[in-house]
């Protein structure tokens, strides 16, 4: 009975989210939960809004829902506390912190029981091309600059393997993980970069992996850092005992369908991720000069 009355509420919450980029004037007592605009809005919504009842239900408070316009916008938001609670990929979280300030921890997502995320660099299935070094002059598709698993890690990954800059002769940033598949799939582009959970959605469709991304520390939630303490317990507290409520195994699915649980998070947990942008910013750097 639980989840239904999740679901009910979900339904309700659906009506008020807020559009990509839109300013944020929350009601008083509500908070704003704010997710990137990796998929496309409706599907954000669904997959989020029981989560958002179930925090709503669980303080007492309405959570509404805001996707952010691009990555760069999602970050700003969260960097200036202009939002309560941020759902953020591991990159741009660095990229929070480093230019904003560490923010209040709550939990980050635990999928199939692991708490590290992967990639792949794809291409179609017909495709002769099995070795990221055959990618020199290739054309290739990258989601949002700021994506751990749409650029940052898979750029990381095509210069270790020698390519120039880890730039495939001509490439492009097509904003999210499923315009990267479908840009690969209609023959646009020889290869790209997504998300694992996108590749196994389209791999069926013809996609094949050339490689797998290195693990790195999952996405994560964070809060403003002027939200009161009492609040931010509770949130953290709400969403570490997910998987163990009634309903929370469906609500954990609707987000992710493999996403077992959501654990305890640290700032140091993506430290390697960090020596990794590092080292892309520099040959990026010199690329410039």
Excluded: W
Aim: proline share 7%; charged share 20%; glycine share 8%.
């Amino acid at each position: 009975m639980r989840i239904t009355v999740y679901h009910i509420i979900a339904a309700l919450i659906s009506f008020c989210v807020m559009a990509p980029g839109a300013p944020v004037v929350a009601a008083d007592q509500a908070l704003v939960l704010a997710v990137h605009p990796y998929l496309p809005l409706p599907e954000i919504q669904e997959r989020f809004g029981p989560f958002a009842a179930y925090l709503s239900d669980q303080l007492g408070r309405q959570i509404q829902i805001r996707v952010g316009g691009n990555y760069d916008e999602h970050i700003k938001a969260i960097g200036e506390n202009k939002v309560d609670i941020a759902f953020m990929g591991p990159a741009p979280y660095i990229n929070v912190v480093e230019r904003y300030g560490e923010k209040p921890l709550l939990a980050r997502f635990e999928v199939a029981g692991n708490p590290k995320l992967f990639g792949v660099i794809a291409v179609r299935a017909n495709s002769s091309f099995s070795s990221l070094t055959e990618l020199v002059n290739k054309r290739f598709a990258f989601g949002d600059p700021e994506s751990t698993m749409s650029h940052i890690v898979p750029r990381y990954m095509l210069i270790a393997a020698g390519i120039p800059k880890g730039s495939p002769g001509t490439y492009h940033f097509l904003g999210s993980h499923k315009n990267v598949a479908l840009g690969i799939l209609a023959g646009d582009y020889d290869a790209g970069a997504m998300k694992k959970e996108v590749f196994d959605e389209f791999e069926a469709k013809g996609l094949r992996a050339i490689a797998i991304t290195p693990g790195v520390p999952d996405h994560l939630f964070v809060a403003r850092d002027n939200l009161p303490a009492e609040d931010i317990m509770k949130l953290r507290q709400a969403m570490l005992q997910l998987a163990g409520k009634p309903g929370g195994a469906e609500i954990l699915k609707r987000m992710h369908p493999k996403l077992t649980a959501l654990v305890p998070v640290k700032n140091t947990d993506y430290d390697e991720l960090r020596e990794m942008i590092k080292a892309v910013n520099a040959v990026l750097r010199r690329s410039e000069k």
